[in-house]
């Protein structure tokens, strides 16, 4: 048979072998060269200005770098762009920064403005000496030698309405924009005044919820708490909260006054009401200072924050060393269709730098860009510092730990770590056998609890007759916090925060604080009877609690068919409601009167077994050594579980 024609090869283009393993190899110098070439460009070049806008043809004649070296470094950024498109200075920043080039934004000084010493370097200054950190590795103490003053946290809490946003503004706008054309350019979370040359930190995350929430991930970043009160309302059920929550946390109070402007303010009758509160101002003897101020007429703003100061030097004294690798905790993050995942992070140990590679809970990344409050680019950010971060691999939740690691296996390894506690967090932390075992080892010498009750009636009588049971017993009872109502979400977080347990009494648990609850491993108790509320808290102290056990009905079968199957009787039935599980105990009733009580041997769906039926379906049940079946029976089926 003739052999088939075959088409003859085409010359080797010039620099392609045959096989093209030459041509491989040849590309991939050609490539390495470019990329040299590039690096050293950016070398020589120094930072180099960007407008505002700039297309991606003009980015890459400014870089001097092919486009699609350009198109390449934007679509792994996760942007797919064209040669004709415009993009952002952050955007374009981030290219440059990515190919290896300094860049400054046109119109801007080469260093940012005069700060005090704790305030980061300004990106652009390259000379700038990086100060050498200390290896990458958790301490558990700083060496006190190494410690340095830093600004203080401050988060700002109240009741709906009493002005927490309004006063927030008042001074971010006051001491932040001051002397700034462009004034505030951005929202990042969080940022930084300054009084008389020092700064304060504010996290603009007010209210108490997102207070307890951060505490709950692990994140304790305010130093001081500042409640928030109108003149004019008097302290509200938010207000209680708040200053529970503050309790809780173990941090110092500032009562602001607000809305004094007002005709109808009355102050003393908002200081007689936090007395009550246990919050004794310093015009009553007490240690807490309560400050008049106005978001309106800016009225004690200036006295409010010289007080934060004197509060921070006196009570917390915030210190940290900022010559190591920095940790922190992340106060929001965000998806940013042309940015990608976008943290803002506040420092507390070290000082984080562009470049350095963090783990923020469960994704990590080496930091491409930082911008502080006002939209600028830092090289930069010293402790108590916010910023906000480029370059993660998504967006971590608020409230997560970061920290800087050495290299990438390091990274997957403290990622991994991770995951595996958070599977394993709450699962049994606050049940009432990891109370027991804290109790019986001396590991808690307090039993934190949550109080909720119908009406006011109840509540202090269960308080006080908690609380008098510390002096019976070596471990006391210790109420963080008592309200009126449900049992809810904010409720099970304070709880998470404060590993402390939920006493409901007389009221339901909501549907979504109870789902919060199983997979934060809160326990709620609940009650309806005060004496067994404080016997059984009586005994939990003493490690002596003996469970409880309540039925449980799951639903009901009518049998409308007894059908003999050798010597079994067969129950042909339909579930009038709930659903029946093959686990189930069964309780047979006949003419409203019980006749038997077991199990089930059987559970089938026509030919199948299942573990399971729903209501509305038919199915075939074999009961457990019984088989006196009557039509009509119907069959209850519940089980006992431990509460």
């Known amino acids: 048979m003739p052999r088939p024609m075959q088409r003859s090869r085409p010359a080797n283009r010039p620099g392609q072998s045959r096989g093209g393993r030459r041509g491989q190899l040849e590309a991939f110098e050609r490539r390495a060269e470019a990329a040299t070439a590039t690096a050293t460009r950016a070398a020589e070049a120094g930072p180099i200005e960007l407008p505002s806008v700039v297309s991606v043809a003009d980015l890459a004649g400014i870089l001097g770098v092919p486009v699609t070296q350009v198109i390449k470094a934007l679509f792994t950024n996760g942007t797919v762009a064209t040669i004709n498109q415009a993009l952002d200075y952050d955007t374009a920043a981030v290219v440059a920064t990515d190919l290896g080039f300094e860049v400054r934004e046109q119109g801007t000084a080469t260093t940012a403005p005069a700060a005090p010493v704790s305030a980061p370097t300004a990106e652009p200054a390259a000379d700038t000496a990086t100060t050498p950190v200390a290896p990458v590795q958790e301490q558990a103490e700083e060496d006190a030698s190494l410690l340095e003053p830093r600004p203080p946290v401050v988060t700002i809490m109240g009741h709906v309405d009493h002005g927490k946003t309004s006063l927030l503004d008042v001074i971010r706008n006051a001491r932040v924009a001051a002397g ?138 915030p210190k940290a060393n900022p010559h190591r690798p920095a940790t922190g905790a992340v106060i929001e993050a965000r998806m940013d269709k042309t940015r990608g995942a976008v943290a803002t992070l506040l420092v507390q140990q070290g000082t984080l730098h562009v470049g350095d590679l963090i783990v923020a809970g469960t994704v990590q990344g080496r930091l491409k860009a930082l911008f502080d409050d006002r939209g600028r680019r830092v090289k930069d950010a010293p402790p108590s510092f916010p910023v906000e971060v480029l370059g993660l691999s998504g967006v971590p939740a608020a409230g997560d730990p970061f920290s800087v690691v050495a290299d990438e296996r390091t990274a997957r390894t403290m990622i991994e770590a991770a995951l595996a506690a958070s599977q394993r967090d709450g699962e049994t932390e606050l049940s009432i056998e990891a109370v027991f075992a804290r109790i019986r080892s001396g590991a808690i010498k307090e039993l934190n609890l949550i109080v909720k009750a119908d009406v006011q009636g109840s509540v202090e009588p269960i308080t ?3 609380e008098k049971l510390g002096d019976q017993t070596e471990t006391r009872a210790k109420v963080i916090h008592s309200g009126l109502g449900n049992v809810n979400v904010n409720d099970v977080n304070l709880a998470d925060a404060s590993k402390a347990m939920i006493i409901a009494f007389n009221v339901r648990i909501e549907a979504d604080a109870k789902r919060a609850a199983e997979l934060q491993g809160v326990s709620i108790r609940e009650y309806n009877v005060i004496y067994t509320l404080v016997e059984d808290v009586e005994q939990m102290l003493t490690g002596m609690l003996e469970p409880r056990f309540e039925e ?32 189930d105990r069964v309780r047979c009733q006949r003419d409203g009167q019980k006749i038997w009580e077991g199990g089930i041997a059987s559970l089938r769906r026509f030919k199948d077994d299942v573990n399971e039926v729903r209501d509305g379906f038919e199915c075939g049940i074999i009961l457990d050594g019984f088989d006196d079946i009557a039509e009509g029976d119907v069959l209850e089926m519940y089980s006992t579980e431990r509460v």
Do not use: W
Not at 269 to 285: M, S, W
């Open 552 to 583: 449980v009905v799951h639903g009901h079968a009518e049998v409308r068919q007894a059908i003999k199957a050798g010597r079994r009787t067969v129950a042909g039935c339909i579930v009038t409601d709930g659903v029946i599980h093959r686990r």
């Open 180 to 317: 700034e054309a462009g004034g505030i350019t951005q929202h990042i979370g969080a940022y930084q005044v300054e009084v008389d040359g020092s700064l304060i930190t504010f996290l603009d995350t007010p209210g108490h919820e997102a207070f307890t929430a951060m505490r709950a991930r692990g994140a304790h970043v305010t130093d001081i708490a500042v409640i928030v009160v109108a003149a004019d309302d008097g302290v509200m059920p938010q207000t209680r909260e708040a200053i529970d929550h503050a309790r809780a946390a173990n941090v110092p109070i500032i009562v602001a006054i607000n809305k004094i402007d007002l005709e109808s303010a009355n102050p003393d009758r908002v200081k007689q009401e936090l007395a009550e509160l246990n919050v004794v101002v310093t015009e009553y003897g007490g240690n807490i200072e309560a400050i008049p101020v106005s978001a309106r007429t800016h009225q004690g703003i200036d006295t409010l924050l010289e007080t934060i100061q004197l509060v921070a030097e006196a009570e917390v004294e």
């Open 464 to 466: 006080s007759s908690l």
